[in-house]
């Protein structure tokens, strides 16, 4: 009987006396707020009206209006007791929507949501209905395009502060510190570039490619060739490693090293972008097999060594 404490309170205003009814709820006097709580904590709201950390304005200048006007505190009516924490949930919810929100105008509350804030303690028989409720939701279109446009709105024009921004940069390094995480999410970009390249491929088979028919100016080709000429590395360079690659032809079985990829490529009419870019997620192209690794120790430029 320990978990069956908590309960479901009305406050209540005292000077609309009547019978109001909603439902299968009825009421001497006009309803105005609905909450959910455990031992004294349905009284916290009257506690709260005179400070400035209360949110719901229209909750704090009810309770301020009633206590100058009668000099008394709301009426506060315990509607139901001796209840879990979910089923005090459940009846919350159902009690705001049958009554209805002030700020919605379906009614006189001044709930700003529609009930069931918290994180109650469920069982594990509980979590499992309640996955499988949520998953039949999300295969309705209606109900997900509902919930991802609500999202899009609420975070709409919001900016992160810097403690969250340093929050977040801290969890992803710590993530990809992981041997596991980095592995599956340097696996998915590989797969993801590798599917939109085909894609690519077979979209523009029956379309036009919008660079057809263009040619670069010689202004644009001399830039293109100086800065190409100034970044060249004897490796590829990552901070302050390199990247050694291995080529071996099927054909002839001759095996090469090299520090630079783009001279390789160009000394055995290979196509340096394709090479590139297969080299990350593939080990075969034509007659050649190849691998990279990567060799960790600075390596100067050329004309660092001149002096």
């Given at each position: 009987m320990k978990n069956n404490i908590f309960y479901v309170y009305v406050y209540l205003d005292p000077r609309n006396y009547g019978t109001y009814q909603y439902g299968d709820y009825i009421f001497q006097y006009e309803p105005f707020y609905v909450g959910k709580a455990k031992y004294n904590n349905g009284y916290r709201h009257i506690r709260k009206c005179n400070l400035k950390k209360d949110n719901n304005k229209l909750k704090t200048n009810k309770i301020k209006k009633i206590?100058?006007?009668?000099t008394k505190d709301p009426i506060i009516l315990k509607y139901k007791e001796g209840l879990k924490e979910y089923d005090a949930i459940l009846l919350e919810i159902n009690m705001?929507?049958?009554i209805g929100r002030k700020d919605l105008n379906t009614g006189p509350l001044v709930n700003l949501t529609a009930g069931g804030e918290g994180n109650p303690k469920l069982s594990e028989k509980s979590k499992k209905q309640k996955g499988?409720?949520?998953?039949?939701w999300w295969k309705n279109e209606k109900y997900r395009n509902n919930i991802i446009e609500k999202n899009k709105e609420a975070h709409k024009g919001k900016k992160l502060s810097e403690n969250h921004k340093r929050k977040i940069v801290e969890s992803s390094k710590y993530l990809w510190q992981q041997k596991n995480f980095r592995n599956k999410t340097i696996k998915a970009i590989r797969l993801s570039s590798f599917k939109q390249s085909k894609s690519l491929k077979e979209y523009y088979k029956n379309n036009k490619h919008p660079f057809d028919g263009r040619k670069h100016k010689e202004i644009t080709?001399?830039?293109?060739s100086n800065t190409l000429h100034q970044k060249e590395l004897i490796g590829k360079k990552n901070g302050n490693n390199i990247w050694i690659y291995y080529f071996k032809n099927i054909i002839t079985n001759k095996k090469f090293?090299?520090?630079?990829?783009?001279k390789f490529c160009d000394e055995n009419n290979l196509n340096f972008n394709t090479i590139s870019r297969?080299?990350?997620?593939k080990n075969k192209y034509n007659n050649?097999?190849?691998r990279r690794k990567i060799y960790r120790k600075l390596i100067r430029r050329k004309n660092d060594h001149k002096k």
């Open positions: 206590q100058r006007e009668t705001i929507k049958y499988q409720k949520i998953k039949k080709k001399k830039k293109i090293k090299t520090y630079s990829l783009r297969y080299i990350t997620f050649w097999e190849f």
